[in-house]
């Protein structure tokens, strides 16, 4: 955040993003909802708690509740680790250096671009649905491009968006870590309530494509993204406290022993761009909508999403391969 939010106030200062929202806005209409949607959709991409919150530039009280509920459905900086990694073991681990990366990087944009591509077709399913109405307009002038004054741009980045989301992840970080950790040591008959709790979603993993384990880990992540993979891991390895690969080789043998093949990675990499947001993001669309309700729907909506292409990949994977 410390990198990606400097980066997005010097192009917002630089007066490029209202050229984003400009080009956007036909795509955004024709949805149902406002052309200032893909100026906080862009901030997702650093943090979807920020881009929650960035969503009151959009005056209409209907369109800023589809920007809120659809933000979720563009990756944070949280989630890119375990995508980049996905896609660097099982997709482009076998091909030369310079050619790996540029695959690397093409996949993860397909996938970026896949995530805009549903943020737009919710919008319109919401606007169709629940949320029903008619787009606004908004007149947008086009600032011209003008250097940007470093000095406010590093103050309004660091202290307005960087350490706001910090200070709310700070809430749920401590209880997190001790349930984690209570978790992972804790015995019953001598197995871990950790791998209880993983055997008690295996049916439903294994239906996504998944294990009982990756589905806990993702549960468990509710409070940062940044910690599935480590969980993962811990649990793989039967440890007691969050781990890391030393190398991507090691993960990916670590992976495979345990099961894992490249319909399991497709699979994981759809789960971690289409389910619930983060602890954070929650309790900020809580605040900025007042509603436990919309709250709850900004849950499951993502996660049904996710829950519903995992199965069919699965399904998909069962036949083919």
Not at 11 to 24: S, T, V
Not at 176 to 202: K, P, Q, R, Y
């Amino acid at each position: 955040m410390a990198i990606f939010f400097p980066l997005f106030t010097l192009l917002e200062d630089l007066g490029y993003l209202p050229r984003i929202a400009f080009n956007l806005d036909k795509y955004f209409k024709r949805a149902g909802a406002c052309g200032k949607q893909a100026l906080t959709m862009c901030m997702g991409f650093g943090c979807n708690a920020a881009g929650v919150t960035g969503c009151r530039i959009i005056d209409s009280p209907r369109e800023r509740l589809i920007a809120i509920l659809t933000n979720v459905f563009v990756p944070c900086n949280g989630r890119f680790p375990t995508l980049i990694s996905m896609i660097t073991i099982f997709f482009t681990a076998s091909a030369p250096k310079f050619i790996r990366s540029v695959t690397s990087a093409l996949i993860l944009l397909a996938v970026i671009i896949l995530g805009v591509i549903v943020t737009i077709l919710i919008s319109w399913i919401l606007s169709k649905t629940v949320l029903k109405g008619v787009p606004s307009s908004f007149t947008l002038e086009l600032p011209p491009y003008r250097r940007p004054q470093i000095g406010k741009v590093i103050v309004r980045s660091i202290f307005d968006r960087t350490i706001f989301v910090l200070g709310r992840a700070c809430i749920t970080a401590a209880p997190a870590g001790l349930l984690i950790w209570v978790l992972a040591n804790c015995s019953i008959n001598d197995t871990s309530i950790l791998m209880i709790l993983a055997d008690f979603f295996e049916p439903v993993g294994s239906i996504m494509g998944l294990d009982g384990i990756i589905l806990l880990a993702f549960i468990l992540g509710f409070p940062a993204n940044e910690i599935v993979m480590p969980i993962i891991l811990m649990a793989y390895m039967s440890g007691a406290s969050l781990m890391e690969a030393e190398s991507s080789h090691i993960l990916k043998e670590i992976l495979c022993s345990n099961g894992w093949t490249v319909t399991t990675a497709i699979c994981t990499i759809l789960f971690v761009l289409f389910h619930f947001p983060c602890s954070t993001t929650c309790l900020t669309i809580k605040k900025e909508t007042g509603s436990w309700k919309w709250t709850a729907f900004s849950i499951l909506l993502p996660t049904l999403c996710g829950f519903i292409l995992c199965c069919a990949v699965s399904l998909f994977g069962k036949l083919v391969l």
